[in-house]
């Protein structure tokens, strides 16, 4: 009677720890992509040039195709925030003064979109709606803008497809 009780609740007890393991086929996000917009947006600061989270990670990674839906939208999060946070900086441009750091939001922001979308590519659609999010953040009042901030979206936008 002991034993089976005691196979009875170790049994259920090893399902559970076995029930985790992986296969090796599923692709973890990135630590560095889990961060705070503050640390997208300080790596962002590179754009045009190589842009990685915590010095070591492209953001395209941030989108693997086997994402948990965790990490998808703690990434999704990050990515419209920081978006939101440098969209401020244009916004209100309208066209007229142009500033330096309005000009650099707008770069950063394409950035992060090009980058985004290029890690999306193979992903099968699971991260559209996440991008479609961050690009609409992102553009939420540049066609406001001045030709030279749109001018530093694109080349940010391009930069981010090639070398994000």
Known sequence: MRKSLAFALVLPALAVAFAGC?????????????????????ALHSAPGDVALNQSTLIST???????????????????????????FYKSDKGQDTSKSAVQAALMAGYLVGALQKGAEETEGIHAALIDRVQSAATNGLGDAGQQVQGAYQRGHEAGLENG
């Open 62 to 88: 941030c989108l693997p195709a086997n994402q948990s839906a965790a990490q998808h939208e703690e990434v999704g999060k990050s990515a419209v925030d920081t978006a939101t946070q440098l969209a401020v």
């Open 22 to 42: 992986s296969d090796g086929r599923v692709i973890p996000t990135p630590a560095a992509c889990l961060t705070t917009p503050a640390t997208w947006v300080t």
